[in-house]
C-alpha cells in the first residue's frame, strides 16, 4: 500500500467554489479525452493520488446543526446525527476529486452506495479532527468506481490505534471510464426485489426537497435543484439526494440504533421529485430480544425504499447496533 | 396565641373512597362543515357544560375541577377548559385545566379526575372533550413564523425590513393539520388499513358493524335513551351523521378509501369509518357523599382503568392496537374475564378496528407470544359490545368521544341494575393517535 501525503487543510472548503473547480476540471478531462486518440488515458488502479487531506478543530454551529436535525427528524439534541457528520466532512472528501491530479471528472459522479460506522457519538461541543481521501479505484461495468473514505475523531482523541468514532465510505461511478485492462464484470446484478410486506411508513416528498436538503448539507448539485437544471443532466425531474433518504432512514428508525452502529444504503432508482417513497423497515432477529415485551435487542434493521406505483426500488440498506 | 388547628375532612392515610359518575351531557356530534361550522371548540364545550349545570342544577356551584381538552386546538385557546368555565353558569371559582392524549382526551379526563376523588383531593368534578374539525385551526408556515417573530424582536426599522424581506412566496401557503402520524407520514386511515391486512379482515364484517352501529343507535334514540343525555345545539337534535335507513346494500355499494395501493384488497370505506365531526360532551363525577348532599343520583363507578402503547412505528403492532394490550391487563389486574362484563364499549375509530383488537384477542399465537397467556385471551359476546352504537353512526369529535362513551355506559348499567337487582359491570376501551390505548372498568355495586 502506496503512503499518502497528508495535506492539512485550514478549513472546510465551501462545496459551491468546488463544484466550480469540479466543472472546470470535468471540462478539461473531457477535452483531453476527445483530443487524444485513444480517448484518454485508460486507467489502472494505481492512478488515484496519493493525497490524504486533513482539518482540525472543526467545529458544528448550532444553527446548521438544528437545521439537520429538523429537516430530518431527528431530535434537536446536542448529539450529532450520523447524517450531519457526513455532511459536515464531505467537502473535504469532495476537494481530492477536484485536484488537478485525479483521473475522473466530478461532474456526473454517481452515488452508488454508502457506509458509515458510528462506534461512539459525536457531540456539537466536540472540536472533530477529519481525514479524507480516495481508494479502491476499481472497475464497474459501465465505469470505474472508487471509494471516498472519511474518518471523524474527536481532538485529542488519545489512542491512535482506536477505531475512529465516525468512518464513512462513499462509494461513486464514473460513467465511461475506461480501465487499462477490462476486468469489470459485465453482466447487471439483479435489481432489487419490492419488499412483499406491508410498509411501514409513506413519505411525500414536496418539489422543494432537494432544495431543502441542499440548503443543510451545501450540495447544491443542480439535479437537486429544480426540474429545469435537472434537465440539463438527463433526469425529467429533480431528483432527492441519495442521502436525504438514507438519513430518514436512519431517523425513522430512531433510538432503537443504539449509540454505535452501522449504516449501509445501496442507491438503485432515483427518487424523482416530487414523489411518493414507500418505505419498509424490517427487524431481523437478534438474541436477546424478548417476544412478549420489548421490540428493542433485535439484530438490526434492513430497509427498502420503493416507488409503489411503477414498483421500482428506489434504495436498499441497513442499519446494525454494534452490540447485535 | 396559636392558631385553632382543624380537623382535616379527609384524613391521610386513609383508603381511598369511590368515584360515582352521576350524569353526563353533551350535545348531537355534527358532520364537519354542518350546523356546527362556525362554532368554536370554546363555543361546544361552553354549551356541553351549560347543559350539564342546568340537567343537574349546578348554578352556581363550586366544582371541585373541571378537566377537558380537544385534539385540534387553536394557540388561543391554551386555557380552554378554564375559558368555559367562566362563560358557563358555574361558580367562577370553579378550577379547570386542558388536558390532550388525541382520541383517548375525553376518557383520560374522567380517569384522572376519578382518581382525585378517589384519593379525597377532590370531591366534585367534570370530565370533557370537545372537537371541531370545521373550525380547525390553520397555521402559518414555519417560514412565514419565523419571519414574523423576528419581526416582533427587531429594535431597529432597518432590523424590521430585514425580517420581513426574508419572507419568501412560498411560506404564505398556510399548514392546515393533518391526521398523518408524524413519524410514518401515515394517515390514521391507512394506518389501520394496514392492520386490516395483517388480520385479513374483510369488507362484509366491517360493513356488518357500521351497520349494527346504525342501527342500534337509532334504536336508542327512539327508546328515548339518549333524552336525558343530549342537549339540542344549533337545530340539531340528534346526532348529524346517524343514518337510521342505511342497509347492508348501500354500505356495500362504497368506494374504499383507504389501503387502495396496498396488495391486499381494499376494504375501508367512508361507511366503515368514522367521519371528520364537530361535538363536545361532558361528564359529571363525585364522591358519593358529594351526590347525596346535592340529591344527585349515582350511576355506577369508575373502578380502574389502565393505559398502554404500542410499538406502530416499525409496524410491529398497528397504531390503533394498544387496547388490546390494556385490556387483557386491566381484567387480569381484578381477575376477570369477558364473562364477567356486561357491556363492553370499543370505540369504533373504524370498524376494522373494533375487528382487529377481537381478532387479536381470539388469536392463539397473540395471547401466547404477545399477552404472555397459555393461549387466546377470549372471545368477545358480540351482543354486549357497542349494544346502543358507537362512533360508526354518532360520529367521533376526537376528545369529545370519552365523554360519550363514559355518560352511555353508566346509564346502561343503572338501566341494568335497576331491571335486574344485581350489580352490573362495563369495559370501555378507547384507540388513539400515537399508538396509544385507555381502558376503564365502570361498575354498580
Redesign the interface.
Known sequence: MTTRRVVELDAVPGLGGLYGRGGVGSARLALARALSREGGRPLDAGALPAVEYAVHDLRASTAHLTAYQHLMGEPAGDALPAGFVHVLAFPVATALMVRSDFPLPLVGMVHLANRVDQHEVLRHTDALHVRAWTEQLRPHRSGAQLDLVVEVRREGATDPGAPPAWRGVSTYLSKGARFAEDEAPAERPPAPAVPHGLPTAVWNLPADTGRRYAAVSGDRNPIHLSALSARAFGFPRAIAHGMYTAARALADVGPRRGPAFSWTVQFAKPVLLPGTVTLRVVPRAGAGASRVDSALATGGYDYTGWDARRGVVHFTGNITPSDA | MPAARREPTTPTGTPTRRAAVIGGNRIPFAKVGGPYRDSSNLDMLTAALDGLVARFGLQGERIGEVAAGAVLKHSRDFNLTREAVLASALSPETPAYDLQQACATGLEAVVGLSNKIRLGQLDSAIAGGVDSASDAPVAVSDGLRRALLTFSRARSARDKLAALAGIRP?DLAPSAPTTAE?????SMG?HQA?TT??WGITREAQDEIALLSHQRLATAYDAGFFDDLVTPYRGLVRDQNLRADTSASKLAALRPVFGT???TPATMTAGNSTPLSDGASTVLLGSEEWAHAHALPVLAYVVDAEVAAV?F????DGLLMAPAFAVPRLLARHGLTFDDLDFLEIHEAFASTVLTTLAAWEDEAFGR????LDGAFGTVDRTRLNVNGSSLAAGHPFAATGGRLVATTAKLLATRTADTGRPARALISVCAAGGLGVTAILETA
Open positions: 412560498a408524524p413519524r410514518t407520514g401515515l391507512e394496514l391486512a395483517q395501493h396496498l396488495p410499538d412505528v416499525l409496524g410491529r407470544e404477545r399477552l404472555g
